[in-house]
């Protein structure tokens, strides 16, 4: 996905373009935009393979900007978050981010998370026994990423880090999942002690899955949690 640019929308045009020229020189190329009005007018000419999007923007603030895009695209995005705001950090996850970063990242850092999610969003679900893996009446094609319910017709696109963690799941069910297994596999690294990130990815899947009294995806106290149905595969 390197032919499609990194959309970077930052207000801090020495931020943009300090990631611009590093990021260039790793092989991608960087448009910068300064708000949401520019952010819209790049994706109405263009593809990118990745949207970084600072929270604390003049006009429509990151937050908003990442809900909106989640209505209409599956594209990549990462939050740049202040260092101390927690609240934000998690507010960008369950708006539909992939990932989040604080301002004292490293530009190496933000690399490798650059490449885990791109290296995820291209790589197919994780390995099956076949097409189509079936589960507490809901049915996930692993080729065009859909969780279907055939016996009410719902259909779900998943994307990111939610259609990850369902192959995760799937791949290790009835098993225990730490907390650890979670965050190795949607951002490529150990999960941050009290990290509040890995229970509301939890917490999205069991929406989409329409798991409110959680019985499907079950907490397994002081160990993490388990996909509690067995899995059936078909071409």
């Given amino acids: 996905m390197k032919d499609k640019p990194i959309l970077v929308v930052d207000d801090n045009q020495d931020l943009r373009d300090a990631l611009s020229d590093y990021l260039g020189k790793t092989g991608f190329s960087v448009i910068g935009a300064e708000n949401g009005e520019a952010m819209w007018r790049v994706l109405e000419k263009q593809e990118v393979c990745l949207i970084i999007l600072d929270?604390?923007?003049?006009?429509?603030?990151?937050?908003?900007?990442?809900?909106?895009?989640?209505?209409?695209?599956?594209?990549?995005?990462?939050?740049?978050?202040?260092?101390?705001?927690?609240?934000?950090?998690?507010?960008?996850?369950?708006?539909?981010?992939?990932?989040?970063?604080?301002?004292?990242?490293?530009?190496?850092?933000?690399?490798?998370?650059?490449?885990?999610?791109?290296?995820?969003?291209?790589?197919?679900?994780?390995?099956?026994?076949?097409?189509?893996?079936?589960?507490?009446?809901?049915?996930?094609?692993?080729?065009?990423?859909?969780?279907?319910?055939?016996?009410?017709?719902?259909?779900?696109?998943?994307?990111?880090?939610?259609?990850?963690?369902?192959g995760l799941f799937i791949a290790n069910a009835e098993s225990v999942l730490t907390r650890d297994d979670i965050a190795r596999e949607i951002w490529g690294r150990d999960a941050e002690p009290l990290e509040r990130g890995i229970d509301v990815q939890i917490s999205r899947l069991r929406h989409q899955l329409e798991d409110k009294d959680r019985t499907l995806i079950v907490t397994v106290r002081n160990k993490g949690y388990m996909l509690a149905a067995s899995v059936h595969y078909e071409s």
Avoid at 60 to 87: F, Y
Wanted: glycine share 6%; with cysteine.
């Fill in 55 to 166: 929270i604390m923007m003049p006009g429509d603030d990151g937050l908003t900007l990442c809900q909106q895009l989640r209505r209409i695209s599956d594209v990549p995005i990462i939050m740049l978050t202040a260092v101390t705001e927690e609240t934000d950090r998690v507010a960008g996850l369950e708006m539909g981010a992939d990932d989040y970063i604080t301002k004292s990242f490293s530009p190496r850092e933000l690399l490798a998370r650059i490449k885990t999610i791109l290296r995820r969003s291209q790589a197919p679900v994780r390995p099956m026994l076949a097409r189509k893996a079936t589960f507490a009446g809901w049915q996930l094609d692993t080729v065009t990423r859909k969780l279907i319910h055939p016996s009410t017709g719902i259909i779900k696109q998943l994307s990111g880090a939610d259609l990850s963690l369902l």
